[in-house]
């Protein structure tokens, strides 16, 4: 019986101004796609919440040549002048936090708590961080700096906004100007971001937002007159952009997949380790390419930690995004909770054991409730393939050596997390983990400061920090 009963504390709607249709944002203008547009929906409801314009390739073409023409004015700007639009742009973000978050969690589903607390404030925090790196680029150890020109990206619907941010602020600041193709299930809050812009005062051109789906994407990598690619997603959308940009001048950075290793020691805290474990797999429903999917635990605490794991899974609270005390939201789309309920059901057949928390799920709307798996072989598809998903599997390790051996072994080397009171011990498995970050006592933790990308095949090239800037610098 729970000790407290929670009433809802849903956040208003009222705060978000949804038009019926969105067009394209070229040249600091919002103009008509000449493709067929597409609906968006909230996944946590099905309800369409607005027609969205579709880029055809002669609509990226016109962004394109929009962002080539701006390119002259804004990479001459000095750097102190380029660092003012940021700012400007980082403080309306925060004037217009409540409306970003909400608007985040109606089209994407996430809890308003993660989209309120974490998504928004990153997103000012990396237009605040790189604003400053705008003037002092001489001082970042790559030379004397000179922009590429015209950025493509590409982003992913998991985080729509921090991986807009996470793009374009960095470019910005190296003189470069950006054409954008957000998420083809989640294109609003970018589409909001281009409003930012236009009140930020910002040059027609240097952002442009097309919207559309995977036959948009591939334009925009593809355009010969585009001179850097920068795409955050999956494994296979990155290995055929990777064939496409092979043979040309193109700079190109990907942030693909992961199978993070969540590994938690003996001597670990394990209230704090099953926070993190908690908070590795569930956030954002799993929909994090650097989530603690696959949980080493040592063997002599294995009990211990799955019966405080399960204890802690029982209070959480799946439903409406917008109620300030849900801790699960919906699944982001009908497809993406398909491929979650086929692995889900192959990793039972295999012989894994599923676990889930008492939960009643919604009616309407795409859901699935936090899962755990026991029993888990390293041969096993779910301790593979990447869900990406609210989906948890748990393998065991007796040594150290046997840990990161069991870490390393999977094609992706994104981040891992490792939990133990040994310092000594973080320093060693650390120095050996094939992951891109690791976490020590803690996971899922950003800073703007900090870089951030993997190994194998989950992608090459830094975003964030220093690093951030030598993906836009002709260097």
């Given at each position: 019986m729970a000790i407290f009963e929670y009433a809802p504390a849903p956040e208003s709607?009222?705060?978000?101004?949804?038009r019926p249709s969105y067009g394209l944002f070229v040249n600091g203008e919002f103009v008509d796609g000449s493709g067929t547009p597409f609906k968006t929906v909230n996944p946590a409801t099905e309800e369409t919440l607005a027609e969205v314009a579709t880029a055809s390739s002669?609509?990226?073409?016109?962004?394109?040549?929009?962002?080539?023409?701006?390119?002259?004015?804004?990479?001459?700007?000095?750097?102190?002048?380029?660092?003012?639009y940021l700012f400007r742009i980082a403080r309306i973000i925060q004037e217009r936090a409540r409306e970003l978050a909400v608007l985040e969690s109606l089209d994407n589903g996430k809890p308003i708590r993660e989209s309120r607390d974490?998504?928004?404030?990153?997103?000012?925090?990396?237009?605040?961080?790189?604003a400053g790196w705008a003037d002092k680029l001489a001082y970042a150890g790559f030379g004397e700096p000179r922009p590429l020109g015209?950025?493509?990206?590409?982003?992913?619907?998991?985080?729509?906004?921090?991986?807009?941010?996470?793009?374009?602020?960095?470019?910005?600041a190296c003189g470069n100007t950006v054409v954008l193709k957000p998420a083809e299930t989640t294109p609003l809050t970018a589409l909001v971001f281009a409003d930012i812009c236009r009140q930020a005062e910002l040059p027609p051109g240097v952002v442009n937002i097309v919207t559309g789906a995977g036959e948009t994407g591939a334009a925009v990598v593809?355009?010969?007159?585009?001179?850097?690619?920068?795409f955050t997603g999956s494994t296979e959308v990155g290995r055929i952009i990777a064939r496409a940009v092979a043979g040309t001048d193109k700079k190109l950075t990907l942030e693909l997949g992961g199978k993070a290793a969540n590994i938690v020691f003996e001597d670990a805290a394990v209230d704090q380790a099953v926070e993190g474990i908690v908070n590795g797999i569930f956030f954002n429903q799993g929909h994090v390419c650097c989530a603690g999917s696959r949980l080493l635990v040592q063997e002599s605490v294995e009990?211990?930690?799955?019966?405080?794991?399960?204890?802690?899974l029982s209070t959480l609270r799946?439903?409406?995004?917008?109620?300030?005390?849900?801790?699960?939201?919906?699944?982001?789309?009908?497809?993406?909770?398909?491929?979650?309920?086929?692995?889900?059901?192959?990793?039972?057949?295999?012989g894994a054991q599923r676990w889930s928390p008492a939960c009643e799920l919604p009616d309407k709307g795409f859901w699935f409730p936090p899962t755990v798996f026991t029993g888990v072989a390293q041969s096993h598809s779910i301790a593979r393939a990447e869900i990406f998903g609210p989906v948890l599997s748990v393998l065991t390790f007796r040594t150290p050596a046997e840990a990161v051996e069991k870490a390393n072994n999977t094609p992706y080397g994104l981040s891992a997390g490792i939990w133990t009171e040994k310092g000594s011990r973080i320093l060693w498995m650390a120095d050996r983990l094939r992951a891109g970050v690791?976490?020590?006592?803690?996971?899922?933790?950003f800073d703007p400061a900090s870089p951030f990308g993997g190994y194998k095949e989950s992608g090459y090239g830094r975003e964030g920090g220093l690093h951030g800037l030598e993906a836009y610098l002709d260097v």
């Open positions: 709607r009222d705060v978000v101004d949804i002669d609509d990226v073409d016109r962004a394109v040549q929009a962002a080539r023409k701006a390119f002259g004015v804004w990479s001459a700007m000095p750097g102190a002048e380029r660092a003012k974490v998504d928004v404030p990153l997103v000012a925090a990396h237009f605040f961080y790189y015209v950025a493509g990206q590409v982003i992913p619907w998991n985080f729509p906004l921090l991986m807009l941010a996470w793009k374009i602020a960095p470019a910005l593809g355009h010969p007159d585009v001179d850097k690619v920068a009990e211990e930690v799955l019966e405080s794991l399960r204890r802690r799946l439903g409406d995004p917008l109620d300030k005390n849900t801790d699960i939201g919906a699944i982001n789309s009908a497809e993406q909770l398909a491929k979650i309920r086929s692995l889900s059901d192959l990793g039972e057949s295999e690791v976490w020590a006592n803690t996971f899922n933790k």
